[in-house]
């Protein structure tokens, strides 16, 4: 069963994709955007967050939310404006961080022991996962240029720390090759 079967099945009604979100999962998926409606739902004025207290505003027919965005909303808004070419906000549950990265780095990254960003100078492994798990959201930021995209990170972080989430921390990971800015890059 596809998964718009399965919307289906499961109570949701108007279900019709709307595109690509352009996060793909691997080479063989496609993230897609889709557009449900839960019948009993439609009446309600907004939608309250469970964990913040925000409240977040209906959607229009474009999915374009109809009221001032949320402080989360805004933060993606300001990734965009920063430089980003793409933003997500992903549960941190989805971040995986293995071992082999780290061997990857050791045997063959011109940046191995060059810099605090590179290991051995990094924090190990089970630290970075323990530390992830304190979270439970992540901006998932992407561009073309690693520099800019680094320094969006890092100001991005700042922003949300004076917008009260306290806990904004960012972290970068860039593509080993010849240590030149270039490339995509993901942070």
Not at 68 to 76: E, G, N, R
Not at 86 to 92: E, G, R, V
Not at 166 to 185: D, E, R, V
């Amino acid at each position: 069963m596809d998964f718009l079967a399965y919307l289906r099945n499961t109570g949701f009604v108007d279900v019709a994709p709307v595109g690509e979100t352009g996060f793909n999962s691997s080479p063989k998926t496609r993230g897609m955007l889709v557009r449900a409606r839960k019948p009993g739902l439609q009446n309600r004025d907004s939608v309250s967050s469970s964990n913040s207290g925000e409240t977040h505003a209906p959607f229009d027919a474009e999915g374009v939310s109809k009221e001032v965005p949320s402080k989360i909303d805004a933060l993606l808004q300001r990734a965009i404006t920063l430089g980003a070419e793409k933003i997500k906000l992903i549960d941190t549950d989805s971040i995986v961080v293995e071992k082999w990265v780290k061997w990857k780095c050791i045997y063959g990254c011109p940046m191995f022991g060059k810099d605090g960003y590179h290991p051995p100078n990094t924090p190990d492994i089970d630290e970075t996962k323990e530390v992830i798990g304190e979270y439970s959201k992540a901006i998932l930021l992407n561009g073309a240029d690693g520099r800019l995209l680094t320094e969006v990170a890092c100001r991005l972080e700042g922003e949300a720390y004076h917008m009260g989430y306290y806990k904004a921390f960012a972290m970068t990971a860039l593509p080993a090759g010849n240590g030149s800015t270039s490339g995509a890059a993901s942070t």
